[in-house]
Structure formats: C-alpha cells, structure tokens
C-alpha cells in the first residue's frame, strides 16, 4: 500500500541551527502539507503546497519556515534557526485532491525535531 | 477564531461496548469532516471520512454528520482494547481550506 515517507524519525539540534525534514508524498498524490503536534497538543497546520508553490500557510509559519519540491519527488520543510519552541512532532501529508473535493489526508509516520 | 472541540476524556468502556466520539464545529461553511486515530507517538490514521449529513458506516465504525447543529460523531461498536487510542476529529472548516484537528479524545477499553 502506498505511504507517505518521512526522514529523519528523530533530529536533536542545538538552538539556532538550521534543520531540513525530508518527505516522499503518495506518488499521485498532488497536495502536500506540513503539520506540526507539540507533545501533549493539538495537530497543527503549516502549510499546504501545490503545484510547486505554497497555496496556504498559518501564521505558525513565519519567515524561519520554508518548503521546497526539489526534485519531482521530495518535499522538504525547513527551518533556518530553530528555537527551543520549535521542538514537536513534525508530519508531513498528501492528498489526491484538497479536502473540500472528497481528499484524504495520508500522514507520515512523522519527523521528532529536539531542539537543546 | 474557527475551532473544531472535542472533550478530552479520558473516555473509558468495557470490552464489547459501543464508543461514542463527539466533535463540534464553528464553521457553517464546513464541507468535509474526518476522525483519524492516532496512538502514543504515532501519527494520524484515518479511519472514516463523511460529507453530508446522516450516518456512515464502515465495518464497527459508523460516523454521523448533523450540519444543522454542527455536530459530528464517531460510534465504535464491539469496542476493542486494541482501539485503545487518541481519537481526533478533522474538518476543512469554511471549505477549501486545509484541515482544522480538534484536540483529540482519549479512549480507553477495558478488557
């Protein structure tokens, strides 16, 4: 069964650094999204992506955030200079189609950020 | 602000009982509605997905969708202590925007 791929599991930076969290969406899949879970909270959104540019975005994601589809397959969100508040569980999903037209959203199983 | 809520719980039942899941919602707008479980550490899985009012049902699973009163639930019957698991319920409040997560219900089966 297909599945939406993340790496790394698990990432400790010091404060300040930059890091990149890697994703391989559903292959036929068109929307892509980040979504943050602060532990012990709510599955937060980010941003959506489609057609190789942002289609929306939260005010969680301020200028440190960006995504990239570098290359037809990965879809990557980074983050330019990590804060200790930015320690969550980071999830990336696709979809066939937005979800006001009948699209699912399919999760990874997510990228831990620990940020020291 | 447009908000999806859910009680906390924890909810608990016996082995075999039903499970009920409630979400509401604050958006009239809303076309889409999704409850997704997710267990300790893991990430959302979806299980039902419902857009027009009434009732859904997919193996012990059976969602329902009331527009009117901007409602949404999720009935497991047979309960397992497998389905033990943060239940989350999801809508695309004010349409074609990304999905808004409530913050979960806690269910606990009892063997």
């Known amino acids: 069964e297909p599945e939406v791929t993340q790496t790394p599991s698990h990432q400790v930076t010091q404060m300040g650094q930059e890091v990149i969290l890697r994703c391989v969406p559903i292959?036929?899949?068109?929307?892509f999204y980040w979504y943050r879970q602060i532990l012990g909270q709510k599955v937060e959104f980010l941003v959506s992506f489609y057609n190789n540019e942002i289609s929306e975005k939260s005010e969680i994601f301020d200028d440190q955030f960006s995504v990239e589809r570098p290359d037809g397959s990965n879809f990557t969100l980074k983050i330019r200079s990590t804060k200790l508040e930015d320690s969550a569980m980071y999830f990336c999903?696709?979809?066939?189609?937005?979800?006001?037209?009948?699209?699912?959203?399919?999760f990874g199983e997510g990228s831990r950020l620990t940020v020291l | 602000q447009k908000e999806v809520e859910q009680n906390s719980g924890p909810l608990s039942v016996p082995e075999g009982a039903i499970a009920s899941l409630n979400c509401t919602y604050s958006?009239?707008?809303?076309?889409?509605f999704f409850w997704y479980r997710q267990y300790s550490g893991k990430s959302p899985e979806l299980i039902m997905s419902i857009y027009s009012n009434g009732d859904k049902e997919d193996g012990r699973f059976t969602a329902q969708l009331n527009k009117a009163s901007q409602y949404v639930s999720l009935l497991i019957r047979d309960s397992q202590p497998s389905d033990s698991a943060t239940y989350l319920c999801a809508g695309d409040l004010s349409g074609n925007t990304p999905l808004v997560f409530g913050k979960g219900t806690r269910l606990s089966v009892i063997a």
């Open positions: 958006d009239r707008g809303s076309q889409s």
């Open positions: 999903a696709s979809s066939v189609k937005t979800p006001t037209n009948t699209g699912e959203l399919f």
């Open positions: 292959s036929n899949h068109l929307y």
